[in-house]
């Protein structure tokens, strides 16, 4: 589908323990075939600038891991968290904070239902958490029913007044995006209050993204 440049196959040839290359039929067909430098292949396709470390470069750049009570949980500021829900993603973007956990099958981070748990119970101890961003990973690539039970566990903390999904599946992947998902979100109504889509600007920006978002 793509014409890979020299670099970008050197790239990928280097590529082993590394953030993985994944892009969906869709998304890929949204970039240039040819073109390297077009901008939305640049944050899809692995070049091997990539490999360049710096001393001053962390694994955890945002340092989220400092802040996390628990496995799998950031609690930064006071009345928020971000809840890590898996190390899956529909895509690989090449600007990924969170290189060190995605895609990863080392075992370092885990996404257990037990590790879940422990995250639920550090919430519904913590009066003060009003506001609860999942993440990931992407949690659209959890299936209805693991989704489900996450947000009925969620929604029974009396305290949590907000709950948000940060996802790139409307974007690269709107085919996830069925009347059995929506049917299962609108359930959740009251209390999902947000789906934060992130786009990336594209010469090619598509309408069925656009579409997706009206349906929800
Ligand atoms: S979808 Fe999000 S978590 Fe996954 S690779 Fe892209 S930026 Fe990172």
């Known amino acids: 589908m793509l014409q890979l440049s020299d670099d970008e196959r050197a790239a990928l040839q280097r590529s082993r ?24 292949r640049r944050t899809m396709v692995m070049v091997s600038q990539e490999f360049e470390r710096t001393p001053e470069e962390s694994i955890d750049p945002l ?6 009570p ?14 890590l829900t898996t190390g899956t993603c529909p895509v690989y973007c090449r600007y990924c904070t969170r290189a060190r956990m995605v895609g990863s099958h080392d075992g370092t ?16 101890r913590t009066p003060v958490i009003r506001d609860v961003l999942l993440s990931g990973g992407d949690p659209l690539v959890l299936s209805d029913d693991r989704l489900e039970w996450l947000l009925s566990r969620l929604r029974k903390i009396p305290h949590v007044e907000f709950l948000r999904i940060g996802s790139k599946v409307p974007v690269v992947l709107p085919q996830r995006i069925t009347p059995a998902l ?11 209050r947000t789906l934060v889509p992130f786009f990336s600007r594209s010469r090619r920006m598509a309408s069925r993204p656009m579409m997706v978002m009206a349906f929800l």
């Not at 628990?70 to 809840?83: A, C, I, N, Q, S």
């Not at 981070?109 to 519904?124: H, P």
């Open 70 to 83: 628990v496995p799998g949980l950031v609690h930064r500021y006071p009345d928020r968290v971000l809840f």
């Open 109 to 124: 981070y885990e996404f257990s239902t037990g590790q879940w748990e422990r995250a639920i119970d550090y919430i519904a």
């Open 63 to 68: 340092s989220e891991d400092s802040d996390s």
């Open 182 to 192: 929506t049917k299962m979100l609108k359930k959740y109504h009251s209390g999902l």
């Open 17 to 40: 323990n590394s953030l993985p290359n994944a892009i969906t039929p869709y998304y890929a067909s949204l970039l240039d075939r040819s073109d390297a430098s077009h901008p939305l």
